[in-house]
């Protein structure tokens, strides 16, 4: 099974402030990787797939990069509705299989 | 837009069979995207994936759970359905029914989630 882990597992941080989130996985994943977002009570968002590829709707202040094991996911300036718990997670073999989450929250 | 609502008891005794239906709406799961499947999320933790079917009639389901998953469709219905045999308090877990249907491998499409516990 490929071992997704995120890097940190929560922040605190601003509004307004760059957010910076890491995925790397335990071996090589192409570019298949997905971003996820969410917030409690609800279920998970898609924000990002294919590694760097914006889903519909999602704001361009997020931003992802990244190929073969390391990955990153960018807020660049965080907005109050951003506060949410982030998971990558990998479609290249089966099982899928997600990070553990990034929990961000209000500093 | 494409619709997820899963549905089925809240509550499942050890050694039962969890049975869960996720029903479709503003879309045709016969005629439209990739696959349907399911994840859950044990309390506190991280998300796990279960299985998927493609539209082909493919499943392909997680080997830690698979000699106690099935998931079907049901076309005529509009519906996909898990069965989980043999629980214990460890299946305990919110399962969202999901679907890769408007973007390729990935769940760009979620149910609400269904809070299941397994308790006598």
């Known amino acids: 099974d490929i071992q997704m882990t995120q890097s940190p597992s929560s922040l605190s941080a601003f509004v307004g402030d760059r957010v910076t989130i890491t995925c790397r996985a335990s071996q090589t994943i192409s570019t298949y990787l997905n971003w996820y977002q969410r917030k409690p009570g609800k279920a998970p968002k898609l924000l990002i797939y294919a590694a760097s590829s914006l889903q519909s709707g999602v704001p361009s202040r997020f931003t992802s990069s990244g190929s073969g094991t390391d990955f990153t996911l960018t807020i660049s300036s965080l907005q109050p509705e951003d506060f949410a718990t982030y998971y990558c997670q990998q479609s290249y073999s089966i099982p899928l299989t997600f990070g553990g989450g990034t929990k961000v929250d209000i500093k | 837009q494409v619709q997820l609502q899963e549905s089925g008891p809240g509550l499942v005794k050890p050694s039962q069979t969890l049975s869960l239906t996720c029903t479709v709406s503003g879309g045709s799961i016969s005629s439209g995207g990739y696959y349907w499947g399911w994840i859950r999320q044990h309390p506190g933790k991280g998300l796990e994936w279960i299985g998927y079917m493609y539209n082909s009639g493919s499943t392909f389901y997680n080997a830690s759970l698979k000699s106690r998953i099935t998931i079907s469709v049901d076309t005529s219905e509009n519906q996909i359905s898990l069965k989980l045999t043999s629980v214990t308090a460890a299946d305990t877990a919110v399962y969202y029914c999901?679907?890769?249907?408007?973007?390729?491998?990935?769940?760009?499409?979620w149910g609400q989630g269904t809070m299941v516990t397994v308790s006598s």
């Open positions: 999901v679907s890769s249907y408007g973007v390729k491998d990935a769940f760009d499409i």
